[in-house]
């Protein structure tokens, strides 16, 4: 599974992850709270999606 960390901001103890391309917010790095972000798309509300990754070889 792809997944990785975005940013962190510490004040809050928020996390920005990616997994599968798609964001979420997880609280003090506990994954199974995660909620995932949604943003204002041309169609309307859409999931927030990652920048694609460089494919490892």
Same mark, same amino acid.
């Given at each position: 599974? @792809?997944? &990785? $960390?975005?940013? &962190?901001?510490?004040?809050?103890?928020?996390?920005?992850? #990616?997994? $599968?391309? =798609?964001? &979420?917010?997880? =609280?003090?790095?506990?994954?199974? &709270?995660?909620?995932?972000?949604? @943003?204002?798309?041309?169609?309307?509300?859409?999931l927030s999606q #990652?920048?694609?990754?460089?494919? $490892?070889?």
């Open positions: 599974m @792809e997944a &990785y $960390k975005e940013e &962190y901001n510490s004040d809050l103890r928020l996390s920005t992850i #990616c997994v $599968k391309g =798609y964001r &979420y917010l997880v =609280y003090d790095s506990a994954p199974r &709270y995660a909620v995932q972000v949604w @943003e204002n798309g041309p169609d309307g509300p859409r #990652c920048p694609r990754t460089p494919d $490892k070889d």
